[in-house]
């Protein structure tokens, strides 16, 4: 059985830090993209970054570039999402997804589903 287990969410002020966790287990982990998606209240998922476990290349939305940093243990089968400089705008439950390729991650192909953490960001 596949899972991803998401965790790290948490309620933090403007310009503060967090770091998600997603455990990957039940599929191969190297050879994959593993990235986050986000969800606010009202409004559409949007892709927020993914990585590819098997060469370490990375996608970031625009609205996170330069704030936040993806990267992988491939050893753990863990991927992280480092947040920085939070923005009340980061709000949000945020999923850890699974895809074949970062392609496949661009396209909304998601193969797994985590359960979400709620980020919390207050101004």
């Known amino acids: 059985e596949v899972q991803l287990q998401a965790s790290g969410g948490g309620l933090v002020q403007a310009g503060g830090s967090l770091r998600l966790s997603c455990e990957v287990s039940?599929?191969?982990?190297?050879?994959?993209?593993i990235g986050w998606i986000r969800q606010a209240p009202g409004k559409g998922r949007e892709r927020v970054s993914a990585?590819?476990?098997?060469?370490?290349?990375?996608y970031y939305e625009d609205s996170v570039k330069g704030r936040f940093t993806i990267s992988s243990d491939n050893a753990k089968n863990t991927v992280y999402l480092q947040m920085d400089n939070l923005k009340p705008e980061d709000t949000a439950v945020y999923y850890c997804?699974?895809?074949?390729?970062?392609?496949?991650?661009?396209?909304?192909?998601?193969?797994?589903w985590g359960q979400g953490t709620q980020v919390t960001v207050s101004s």
């Open positions: 997804v699974a895809a074949h390729d970062l392609i496949a991650f661009l396209g909304t192909a998601y193969s797994s």
């Open positions: 039940g599929f191969t982990f190297d050879g994959s993209a």
């Open positions: 990585i590819s476990t098997n060469d370490g290349n990375t």
